[in-house]
Each structure stands twice: as structure tokens, then as C-alpha cells.
């Protein structure tokens, strides 16, 4: 079903992944399962497609890559992003870098991990980012983010 009338401005959306997420489908698969982000990126871009959405999909191993990738996409843009879905991976238990930038981006955005950060080390039950999200999903593997952009696609 087509939510967005197809004359209206397509909505912007932006998927940022962070540190090591190139590597999911290898990466440690009994926490963070064996699809890859290149798959998610895909069935995520044709949803958004299907909604006249545009998703611009990001990945860095870089704090200030993820900083400048939001700036140049956002204040900096003469056609800013309307919403964020990201998982920050490591970043979201160190980066105040981040989570200002998405301040001054000033636009929603839902906080994805794949894995149930409560259920894990200590060090993962603090995130950055989610007292600032307007919703965090995690521990439901690459499902988490179909979750996330049905939510825009309801409520953008
Ligand atoms: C993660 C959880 C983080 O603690 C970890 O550093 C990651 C991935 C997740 O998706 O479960 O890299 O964000």
C-alpha cells in the first residue's frame, strides 16, 4: 500500500550504521545473525521505494565520518533529511560526537541494535542516544530496522 501521496516532495531518509557493521553476516553471527548489511540496505531501499521514500544508506568505522555524513545531509543540505534510523553500534556507549550532531540535525530518529544491549555486558545498557530517540529497538536482529522505517513510513 502506497502511504504517501506520489506528488508530494519524496520524504529523505537516512540509514547510518556504524563501527564494524560492514561485517554483519560475518561477524560474530550467533549475536548479530548471518544477514548482511548490504541485504538490509536493499530490502530496506525498495520498501522505501514502494513509498516514495528516498533512503540514503551510510556506513563508517569512523566517529567523525558518521559527524560529517549528518551535517553534510542535514544543516548543510539544501534538502535535509526528514528522519534517521541508525544503530551506532560501539559509538552508542562513547559518542557525545554523535548524539550532537543529531541535535543539531533536529530531526527524529530511532536508535536500532541488533542484539539485546540489557542482556549483555554492562557497558552496553548506556547508550548516548536513546533518552534523545523517539524510539530505540533492539535484540530483534535486521528486523529492527524494517520496524524502524515502518514506523516513518506510518509517521513521517
Ligand atoms: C550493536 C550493539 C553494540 O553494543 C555493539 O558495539 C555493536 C552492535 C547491535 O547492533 O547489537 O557493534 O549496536
Redesign the pocket.
Known amino acids: 500500500m502506497i502511504t504517501q501521496n506520489p506528488t508530494q516532495t519524496p520524504k529523505k531518509i537516512a540509514l547510518i550504521n556504524?563501527?564494524?557493521?560492514h561485517l554483519l553476516g560475518k561477524r560474530e553471527p550467533e549475536?548479530?545473525g548471518y544477514t548482511t548489511l548490504k541485504d538490509i540496505e536493499d530490502r530496506l531501499i525498495n520498501k522505501s521505494r514502494e513509498h516514495h521514500i528516498e533512503l540514503i544508506c551510510f556506513q563508517s568505522n569512523h566517529e567523525g565520518a558518521i559527524v560529517d555524513f549528518i551535517s553534510e545531509q542535514g544543516l548543510l543540505s539544501n534538502k535535509p533529511i526528514d528522519a534517521v534510523i541508525i544503530?551506532?553500534?560501539?559509538?552508542?556507549?562513547t559518542s557525545v560526537a554523535i548524539r550532537d550532531a543529531l541535535a543539531a540535525l533536529n530531526k527524529p530518529f530511532i536508535e536500532?541494535?541488533?542484539?539485546?544491549?540489557h542482556a549483555?555486558e554492562p557497558f552496553?545498557s548506556h547508550s548516548y542516544f536513546s533518552d534523545k530517540a523517539v524510539g530505540v529497538i533492539?535484540?530483534l536482529g535486521d528486523s529492527?530496522y524494517d520496524m524502524a522505517l515502518d514506523w516513518f513510513i506510518k509517521n513521517l
Not at 556504524?18 to 557493521?21: A, Q, V
Not at 544503530?87 to 556507549?93: C, E, I, R
Not at 536500532?112 to 544491549?117: A, E, G, M, Q
Open positions: 556504524g563501527p564494524n557493521l549475536i548479530y544503530n551506532p553500534a560501539a559509538h552508542t556507549h536500532v541494535h541488533l542484539s539485546n544491549i549483555r552496553r533492539c535484540g529492527g
